[in-house]
């Protein structure tokens, strides 16, 4: 008999069960538990079932161990126990698997979706984040590229299979996606954990303080709930403190610590009320190269208060974001740009970078796309155009045959920063016109006024009006 029209039948045949129960070695409720779990684990470690199997034959085989459960259990009914016995079974609670917690709230998920970075949160409690503004994944702080929520089927799936083999209640509603700011419930931040841990930062050995920090900085990066504790608790300030150690373990374990404190709107502020920019600065100038690259990216995150761009660009931190922008790793060089171009949207910083030189290093990543900075460099040189100063330095560089064929061949927003930048150049300026009209600009502007972007149809129409004046001028 085929097991999925086994399982479309309204009543199927007990005896059926016991065959396959006997057949396939599951006899007790241990063995159905092994297998519910092993059943579990294939799933995830595949992200899902494994490639050329259809998703219904999962359906299948949890609607089989359910009904190989209550088969066993007609079997091999538990036997009278002691009162105290039975209040014990009926107390103990199953450990969770780590897969089936809600990374918000760390409870049973009823409801999983999946965000943009493949990441699975209970649909209540993501919902909350997004409503509440935020535009990253709250596991791995990446941006999310849309807000939509993709139901997980397999997954809710497996939880359902491993309530009714574990004899767990399916939870009626998800609870508790709120702040548990008292420690008490579901987050991991106790608060007598989080005082201890404050303990050995303000007067511990050096081994301690490390030890500590690295502590605070997992659990602020864990969850939104462990930020908010951590920081009434008053870790911040010790912090701050610690980014001035000599251990530069230690000092690695602080800025980061102080990064993932700052995902929270309302401990920004407390960070640079602790006087935190001066020292994230010098940790970005003479730190290890994570701890810079973390301090650039602590810097982007406190800068998005508008009011702390122009603390952190009288702070000095221009010219040692501009070094991690040449020297940096990748993932050092995307911080130090994202944090530059935050900066610069406040117009004295950009006097700030051009004098610093950074047209010369942008100008290296532009003209290299297997380094993977072109969308950055781009970004910031468009930026700088706005600003006479910055004009100037971009067009000593000799930009214009780089900015020709990126609007030929970029991407769409490339495509539109590069006509933006050409237009600041060529605007009131006859012999950026005259280079641009040289090197055959009209044919890519025109294909780019029709292709474009609105923004990027704009710039291009407002060159080409440029070069028809100009020609105009000449006939």
């Known amino acids: 008999m085929d097991l999925a ?57 949890s609607f089989l161990l359910r009904k190989l459960k209550d088969c066993v259990m007609a079997e091999n009914p538990v036997p009278d126990a002691h009162e105290a016995d039975k209040s014990s079974i009926k107390h103990r609670s199953p450990v969770i698997p780590d ?29 909350k984040w997004l409503d509440a503004g935020h535009k990253t994944c709250p596991k791995t702080q990446q941006t999310l590229l849309h807000t939509a929520l993709t139901p997980n089927y397999v997954l809710k799936s497996l939880i359902a299979l491993w309530c009714e083999s574990n004899g767990v209640e399916l939870p009626k509603k998800q609870g508790n996606c709120r702040n548990k700011r008292s420690g008490i419930g579901s987050s991991d931040c ?35 709930d462990n930020r908010v504790c951590i920081a009434e608790a008053g870790a911040i300030p010790l912090l701050v403190e610690l980014l001035s150690s000599p251990d530069p373990r230690t000092q690695e374990h602080a800025v980061t610590a102080l990064l993932n404190l700052s995902i929270n709107e309302a401990n920004k502020g407390t960070i640079v009320n602790a006087g935190a920019i001066p020292d994230i600065v010098d940790v970005l100038k003479n730190g290890s190269m994570e701890a810079r690259e973390n301090a650039a990216a602590t810097l982007f995150s406190l800068s998005v208060l508008d009011e702390n761009k122009v603390a952190i ?18 993932r050092g060089k995307k911080d130090a740009a994202t944090a530059i171009f935050n900066l610069l949207i406040y117009q004295g910083n950009k006097v700030r970078a051009v004098r610093a030189r ?59 920063n590069a006509a933006a930048i050409l237009w600041s150049l060529c605007t009131g300026d006859s012999h950026y016109l005259k280079v641009a009209s040289e090197l055959g600009a009209e044919e890519a502007l025109k294909e780019l006024s029709e292709s474009g972007t609105d923004r990027a149809k704009r710039k291009a129409g407002n060159v080409l009006e440029l070069l028809q004046r100009a020609e105009e001028v000449i006939g």
């Open 190 to 224: 106790d608060r007598a954990a989080i005082d201890a841990l404050l303990q050995k930062l303000a007067n511990g050995n050096i081994e301690q303080q490390r030890a500590a920090a690295g502590e605070l900085r997992l659990l602020a990066k864990r969850n939104a």
């Open 313 to 330: 660009g009288a702070a000095g931190a221009i010219p040692p974001l501009i070094d991690l922008l040449c020297q940096g790793t990748p």
């Open 99 to 127: 897969d089936f917690r809600c990374p918000i709230s760390l409870e049973l998920m009823k409801d999983p979706v999946i965000v943009s970075t493949g990441q699975t949160y209970e649909r209540s409690c993501i919902q």
């Open 5 to 61: 029209s086994a399982q479309m039948e309204d009543d199927p045949d007990p005896i059926i069960f016991k065959r396959l129960s006997e057949k396939l070695y599951l006899r007790t409720i241990n063995d159905l538990k092994k297998e519910s779990l092993a059943i579990h684990d294939m799933v995830i470690s595949c992200s899902g079932f494994p490639a050329g199997v259809p998703e219904e034959y999962f359906e299948t085989m």
């Open 358 to 416: 950074i047209v010369p290093p942008l100008m290296r990543l532009l003209k290299d796309p297997g380094g993977g900075m072109v969308d950055e460099a781009l970004a910031i040189l468009a930026i700088l155009a706005s600003h006479q100063e910055g004009k100037v330095a971009i067009g000593q560089a000799e930009p214009i045959t780089i900015l020709i064929e990126v609007i030929k061949t970029g991407s769409p927003r490339n495509r539109e």
